[in-house]
């Protein structure tokens, strides 16, 4: 089975903290992306890659930043983390054109 | 106006009701996936459409290309089939980046 496993499932966070979410996938997927879903918005894309070293913004980057040195590894980077960061976070991974695989989802809460 | 469009946004169903859960899209897309979330956040894909019709167990996608709808159909529910139902397209443009429905929550009671 295909796994995508998120580092944290909870983390709360003091405001200005810089904030490490960690992404896995084990099926050796060119795609990986990271989400955040908050209540009555679905989920937004806030960054993607599509091969090692290489990140493309999605629709809400600001305040996140990302990194991609292995391929099978995604990490989420709140510089300094504010408020309006309390949400659940979700990555998943792809091959194009292909099912999409999500890990379990990281509750973060800044306080 | 949102790109996709999900209806509708809560459906409470008794068990054994045949359910159906609507999505429209604006876009041009490469395919359309239906997606399971349970409480405590994980999603899983339940299907991927590109035309027609997939069938897998009690549930039952279809997509209408030319009319720009696709429904996800539950036969026999169960209440453990409550959970939020979330329709994402592939847009043609955009490669593998999904565009996400808002999702519709499923109840079924016993």
């Known amino acids: 089975d295909v796994k995508v496993t998120q580092s944290s499932r909870y983390l709360v966070k003091r405001t200005g903290e810089k904030v490490f979410l960690e992404c896995v996938q084990d099926?050796?997927?060119?795609?990986m992306f990271w989400y955040r879903q908050d209540p009555g918005l679905g989920l937004r894309l806030i960054y993607f890659?599509?091969?090692?070293?290489?990140?493309e913004k999605g629709d809400i980057p600001e305040g996140y930043s990302v990194s991609r040195e292995k391929k099978e590894r995604f990490s989420l980077i709140l510089e300094s983390a504010s408020t309006n960061q309390t949400s659940m976070y979700l990555c998943?991974?792809?091959?194009?054109?292909?099912?999409?695989?999500f890990g379990e989802g990281s509750w973060l809460t800044v306080v | 106006k949102n790109e996709v469009e999900q209806s509708p946004q809560n459906l409470t169903a008794q068990e054994g009701e045949f359910i159906t859960i609507n999505c429209s899209y604006s876009?041009?897309?490469?395919?359309l996936h239906w997606l399971q979330q349970h409480p405590g956040g994980g999603i899983v894909s339940l299907f991927m459409?590109?035309?027609g019709k997939k069938k897998h167990g009690r549930l039952i996608a279809t997509i209408n290309i030319q009319e720009k709808h696709s429904s996800l159909h539950i036969t026999a529910s169960h209440p453990r089939d409550s959970a939020v139902y979330i329709c994402?397209?592939?847009?043609?443009?955009?490669?593998?980046?999904?565009?996400f429905g808002a999702g519709t929550i499923l109840r079924v009671k016993s």
């Open positions: 998943a991974s792809s091959r194009d054109s292909y099912t999409i695989y």
């Open positions: 099926m050796d997927h060119e795609n």
């Open positions: 890659s599509y091969d090692v070293k290489m990140k």
């Open positions: 876009v041009g897309i490469s395919a």
């Open positions: 459409l590109s035309s």
């Open positions: 994402a397209v592939d847009r043609m443009e955009y490669g593998n980046k999904l565009v």
